[in-house]
């Protein structure tokens, strides 16, 4: 029992959901089988669900079938009808969980059945919590086309003469059908922007050319994705496409569920990072502020976790921009969700980099001395502050024998890529720094120009301050 599909489902059951199924088991409408009720009440007690020992089929059968012989068939079809009704019971909590589904369903009823005054009064109803609803995203303009839809069924089936509702459907299906468009767009070029896939996004310029001449970006479920498409896809005008989309962002955020704001956060946050990526350096302040606001508003917190990277990247981007007093409180408020595996070195590490930012480098030091981080990144990082620390400190021996400890961690740890190239490049220009002739300004500017024009180096910005300062 233990691959099978019903223990895979009952084991992401809530308490309360295996309270209410268990109600609708113990209802003869929807079971009537005794054998069913007690493998249920089996899997369900202590930590039969978890471990193997309580799910081997010769000990679950006699709590079953006492008395009686072993007999995997009949096990097997008890299984068999459990996993039905929690089927059954899981549609009906799906769509009981959409009341203005659920109530379009009855209307639906009402109009087949020919109960006029029914049907008017229950769209009504439907009609009321669709106006009432603080989302307006793709969902809640799919639902306005299935009302003005089964608004139309009911009036074609009355007369074809009197007035019926055909444009409002066409109108509504349009603007959903553009919402739905464009939001799978910007998915595939998500995907295409980390996988080597390449899609045919069929209408797309027939799509984005109807959506500007008449007036569609009015919806936000459109004009979000309208400008994520749009900062993409339009080279030269992307940064105002970006600026748009983070306006749409602040000023319709109550309107979207939060796993599709989430979603739509990262669209924002990703193109942050591609723009850095091609030194754009003035993004990284926009980047930290979609994070500073994705936190505080608890869009990146996801399940009740937020990723210890996330954390990390706030952490070192607020201190960057001297945010001492906004990410002290963001280490202490926030550390709660973070998972616990991570939950400790993130916190100490985030204290060190936040000491080392404000120049307490004493307190700074004894954090990381103190640490050997499981994260080989991590790791590398705090050795690259040290080294800062070392060298502002005038602390040469120590900074040189650093350099060596960071370059045969590289080679031990088998780093390759992107990162070997990154931490190679602080070992080395280090290094130059500390022999360069601060008298031959020749020498100097060189240096300058050198470390001005190389990609990839972390802390950047201080080997350029330290060569002006030569």
């Not at 959901?17 to 929807?30: A, G, I, P, V, Y």
Request: charged share 30%; proline share 1%.
């Amino acid at each position: 029992m233990l691959s099978s599909h019903l223990v895979s489902i009952l084991r992401t059951f809530s308490k309360k959901e295996s309270r209410d199924l268990r109600k609708w088991l113990n209802s003869t409408f929807h079971n009537q089988r005794e054998d069913v009720k007690l493998l249920f009440e089996y899997l369900m007690v202590g930590d039969h669900l978890l471990k193997d020992k309580f799910l081997e089929k010769e000990r679950v059968f006699p709590k079953v079938f006492p008395k009686e012989l072993y007999d995997d068939a009949k096990l097997r079809q008890s299984m068999h009808f459990l996993l039905k009704a929690v089927e059954e019971f899981l549609i009906y909590q799906e769509l009981r969980g959409d009341e203005i589904r659920s109530r379009m369903a009855l209307s639906s009823v009402y109009r087949k059945r020919r109960l006029e005054k029914a049907f008017q009064k229950t769209i009504k109803s439907v009609e009321s919590l669709q106006e009432k609803t603080t989302h307006r995203d793709e969902h809640f303009l799919r639902n306005e086309y299935l009302i003005e839809l089964e608004k139309y069924y009911f009036f074609e089936g009355k007369k074809r003469t009197t007035e019926i509702n055909l444009q409002q459907v066409s109108d509504a299906l349009d603007v959903t059908f553009f919402a739905d468009k464009l939001r799978q767009t910007c998915m595939m070029f998500a995907h295409q922007a980390v996988y080597p896939a390449r899609y045919n996004i069929g209408m797309l310029e027939e799509t984005i050319s109807y959506i500007e001449d008449n007036d569609l970006l009015r919806y936000p479920a459109i004009s979000i994705y309208y400008y994520g498409y749009k900062m993409s896809t339009d080279q030269e005008n992307s940064h105002q496409h970006f600026l748009n989309l983070r306006n749409d962002i602040q000023s319709h955020m109550d309107l979207f569920k939060h796993s599709e704001l989430r979603d739509i956060y990262l669209m924002a946050t990703n193109y942050c990072v591609r723009q850095i990526n091609n030194n754009k350096e003035g993004m990284r302040k926009e980047l930290f502020e979609l994070y500073r606001n994705g936190v505080e508003n608890k869009i990146l917190i996801e399940n009740g976790v937020l990723s210890h990277y996330t954390f990390r990247n706030i952490v070192n981007m607020g201190t960057a921009f001297k945010e001492f007093e906004w990410i002290n409180h963001f280490i202490q408020d926030y550390q709660q969700y973070l998972s616990p595996k991570y939950r400790d070195e993130s916190v100490r590490f985030a204290s060190a980099k936040l000491h080392y930012s404000k120049g307490e480098y004493g307190a700074a030091m004894r954090i990381i001395a103190t640490m050997d981080f499981d994260d080989v990144l991590m790791n590398l990082y705090s050795k690259a502050i040290l080294a800062i620390m070392y060298y502002e400190e005038d602390e040469i021996d120590s900074l040189e024998s650093l350099l060596d400890s960071m370059r045969t961690y590289i080679r031990r740890k088998g780093i390759m890529g992107n990162y070997k190239a990154i931490y190679s490049n602080f070992i080395t220009y280090t290094r130059k720094l500390i022999k360069v002739n601060p008298f031959d300004k020749a020498q100097v500017k060189k240096l300058k120009k050198e470390i001005m024009e190389v990609r990839s180096l972390p802390e950047k910005q201080w080997f350029i301050t330290q060569v002006e300062q030569l």
